[in-house]
């Protein structure tokens, strides 16, 4: 079993830690640890301790200053403890062999992060919030989550030793926001972020109608959309295809044509929704999906599952897809007054 303790930023606050079940040992651990008169002192001073739940500043990311924990915050943590002890217990791992086999721009990926990123004690979720906590609200803290997709792969990683799943929700932000105003959720087949003659890769765009939902002016969402894709390493190509193993390519499209993308695909939307843009009401849209995750593993949880949650997807055992799957949708409908947003394998 792995047990991890890190440092952060966040003050200790000793009145606020009542329970072990916010530290990152498990308590039968810590029971055993007092009993024998072994207690390590990090676990006694908390300087090494990670707390499950943080609050930050939204501006400059840094942790809030927290009291005593309630009755609430207490029970949230333990709901998020019992996921990690299933992820301790299943460890993930990979099939090194089968990655030395894969195509160049596999190998360059896990090479790239392995060095950093195959660290085997990063199995701690938290969840953290922006500004208060009903906004932001995405868990953190699992070392598969840095992983590209094109590592997050049934034939190079085992999940407690077993081959992977990864299951998300199709165009989530989209749906989320016709579910909010009342209207129908589009059919799988509605692509909001593509269409005939778009000058632009898919992700592009996809990220242009993201960022708009964080951003308050066109410009500004621009630019950050600029920034970002020319941040972003682009691979050798595989399959004749340009490819890239971080999900977008790195970008030089003139501002002009991003401009004329993002108005089409807001104009592609009916009128409620595109109220939702230029708004900064990106956190609150992570608020409900973190909602909807955290009902999904409470569910997996219940089932004995071991389930890794990206966003508005999810990693489990291979074997065990059919039942995250249901869980997804019955999650969505929870959360979103019966609202079933689109399940998909991710791509």
């Given at each position: 079993?792995?047990?991890e303790?890190r440092k952060h930023?966040?003050?200790?606050?000793?009145?606020?830690?009542?329970?072990?079940t916010?530290?990152?040992a498990?308590p039968?651990?810590v029971k055993?640890w007092?009993?024998m008169?072994?207690?390590?002192?990090?676990?006694?001073?908390?300087?090494?301790?990670?707390?499950?739940?943080?609050?930050?500043?939204p501006?400059?990311?840094?942790?809030?200053?927290?009291?005593?924990?309630?009755k609430d915050?207490q029970?949230?943590?333990r709901?998020?403890?019992?996921v990690?002890?299933?992820?301790?217990?299943n460890?993930?791992?990979?099939?090194?062999?089968?990655?030395?086999q894969?195509?160049?721009?596999?190998q360059?990926?896990?090479?790239?992060?392995g060095?950093k990123?195959?660290?085997?004690?990063?199995?701690t979720?938290?969840r953290?919030?922006?500004?208060?906590?009903?906004?932001?609200g995405?868990?953190?803290g699992?070392?598969?989550?840095?992983?590209?997709?094109?590592?997050?792969?049934g034939?190079?990683?085992?999940f407690?030793?077993?081959?992977?799943?990864?299951?998300?929700?199709?165009s989530?932000?989209?749906?989320l926001l016709?579910?909010?105003?009342?209207?129908?959720?589009?059919?799988?087949?509605?692509?909001?972020?593509?269409?005939d003659?778009?000058?632009?890769?898919?992700?592009?765009?996809?990220?242009l109608?993201?960022?708009?939902?964080?951003?308050?002016?066109?410009?500004?969402?621009i630019?950050?959309?600029?920034s970002?894709?020319?941040k972003?390493?682009?691979?050798?190509?595989?399959?004749?295809?340009?490819?890239s193993?971080?999900?977008?390519?790195?970008?030089?499209t003139?501002?002009?044509?991003?401009?004329e993308?993002?108005?089409?695909?807001l104009?592609?939307?009916?009128?409620?929704?595109?109220?939702?843009?230029?708004?900064?009401?990106?956190?609150r849209?992570?608020?409900?999906?973190?909602?909807?995750?955290?009902?999904?593993?409470?569910?997996m949880?219940?089932?004995?599952?071991?389930i890794?949650?990206?966003?508005?997807?999810?990693?489990?055992?291979?074997?065990?897809?059919?039942?995250l799957?249901?869980?997804?949708?019955?999650?969505?409908?929870?959360v979103l007054?019966?609202a079933?947003?689109t399940?998909?394998?991710?791509?």
């Amino acid at each position: 079993m792995e047990y991890e303790a890190r440092k952060h930023s966040t003050p200790f606050n000793r009145k606020a830690w009542t329970t072990p079940t916010f530290w990152t040992a498990t308590p039968s651990l810590v029971k055993l640890w007092d009993s024998m008169g072994l207690m390590p002192e990090w676990y006694k001073r908390g300087a090494a301790a990670e707390r499950i739940i943080h609050v930050r500043n939204p501006k400059t990311k840094r942790p809030l200053p927290q009291g005593r924990l309630g009755k609430d915050e207490q029970e949230h943590g333990r709901r998020i403890q019992k996921v990690n002890q299933l992820l301790w217990i299943n460890p993930v791992t990979f099939d090194i062999a089968a990655i030395r086999q894969a195509p160049v721009a596999v190998q360059e990926a896990f090479d790239h992060l392995g060095r950093k990123e195959l660290d085997r004690t990063r199995t701690t979720l938290f969840r953290s919030f922006s500004g208060d906590k009903q906004h932001g609200g995405r868990f953190f803290g699992h070392r598969l989550q840095d992983f590209p997709k094109a590592l997050r792969r049934g034939e190079y990683v085992r999940f407690g030793g077993e081959p992977i799943a990864e299951l998300d929700f199709k165009s989530f932000n989209v749906s989320l926001l016709y579910a909010l105003k009342g209207l129908d959720i589009p059919p799988p087949s509605f692509d909001p972020y593509t269409w005939d003659g778009c000058p632009v890769e898919r992700q592009t765009v996809k990220r242009l109608v993201n960022t708009a939902l964080n951003c308050n002016t066109r410009h500004s969402t621009i630019l950050a959309t600029r920034s970002e894709l020319q941040k972003t390493k682009r691979y050798s190509s595989l399959s004749g295809q340009n490819y890239s193993v971080y999900d977008n390519a790195a970008d030089d499209t003139p501002y002009a044509v991003l401009e004329e993308c993002l108005d089409k695909a807001l104009s592609n939307l009916p009128n409620e929704v595109q109220e939702f843009f230029f708004t900064g009401f990106g956190t609150r849209a992570m608020w409900y999906e973190s909602e909807i995750a955290f009902k999904v593993m409470d569910k997996m949880v219940s089932d004995g599952l071991p389930i890794i949650p990206i966003h508005d997807g999810f990693v489990c055992q291979e074997r065990h897809k059919d039942q995250l799957w249901e869980h997804m949708k019955a999650s969505s409908a929870e959360v979103l007054n019966g609202a079933v947003i689109t399940v998909q394998i991710a791509a």
